[in-house]
């Protein structure tokens, strides 16, 4: 069980375009999820959190009109780059709270992660 | 907000010696400490944990220690294999936001 999948796990792009990055909890309810995103040979940097319903919550330093965030469902979060720069290219990584529904509350279960490469 | 820092950043060992990473960090508010292991282009994956009311956990040959008072936790592998190698991170968590170390590479040699 706690199973959280991200869509597409690799994705290429032109300078200027926008990118949407799915990530879904498979067998259980997720009311929080986290985006992160992380360089090569780097660590997870948290770029916000993300509550089914109500606006996200930015890290300071994230902004949050580049990295848009939407959580409109128990299951499913997606995080949009808008106008991508190759400095925007990274492995984003997102994780699932599955809160009081199941598991400990403390426990975060991640996704593969999403290579985004901007050309 | 929370800090967290994490030595070594690289660190190599024989097959079947231990291995011991450290972290530490700047908020007391923090109450829960997971240890990720990390391979190449994959997903971080849980592999111990312990949280701010236990001094110590252990799990096979995975313990963890925390120190409450100096702010401080570490990661104890012993008798290494090569399939241990890879970059491990730390994390403090304060209510349900996890804030990593900058990790550590662990390579085991044969």
């Known amino acids: 069980g706690a199973v959280v999948s991200q869509h597409p796990s690799w994705v290429i792009c032109k300078s200027g375009t926008s990118v949407k990055i799915e990530c879904r909890s498979l067998?259980?309810?997720?009311?929080?999820m986290f985006w992160y995103r992380q360089f090569p040979k780097q660590s997870l940097m948290l770029m916000a959190t993300?509550?089914?319903?109500?606006?996200?919550?930015?890290e300071q330093g994230v902004e949050k009109d580049k990295f848009l965030i939407n959580h409109a469902s128990l299951t499913l979060s997606t995080l949009t780059v808008t106008s991508a720069h190759p400095e925007d290219s990274s492995f984003y990584i997102c994780?699932?709270?599955?809160?009081?529904?199941?598991?400990?509350?403390?426990?975060?279960?991640f996704g593969p992660g999403t290579r985004l490469t901007v050309l | 907000g929370e800090n967290v820092e994490q030595h070594p950043s690289t660190l190599s060992v024989q097959e079947g010696d231990s291995a011991v990473i450290k972290c530490t960090y700047s908020?007391?508010?923090?109450?829960?400490f997971p240890w990720y292991k990390q391979e190449l282009g994959k997903r971080p994956q849980l592999i111990i944990d312990?949280?701010?009311?236990?001094g110590e956990k252990k799990d096979q040959r995975i313990a963890v220690t925390l120190n409450k008072t100096a702010k401080h936790f570490s990661l104890h592998i012993t008798e290494t294999q090569p399939e241990d190698s890879a970059v491990y991170f730390c994390?403090?968590?304060?209510?349900?936001?996890?804030?990593f170390g900058t990790g550590t590479s662990l390579t085991v040699i044969p």
């Open positions: 994780s699932a709270d599955p809160g009081t529904s199941g598991g400990s509350t403390d426990t975060q279960y």
């Open positions: 067998d259980f309810q997720a009311t929080t």
């Open positions: 993300s509550n089914e319903g109500s606006k996200a919550t930015y």
């Open positions: 908020d007391s508010a923090s109450n829960y």
């Open positions: 312990i949280r701010s009311n236990v």
């Open positions: 994390a403090a968590s304060i209510g349900n936001q996890f804030y």
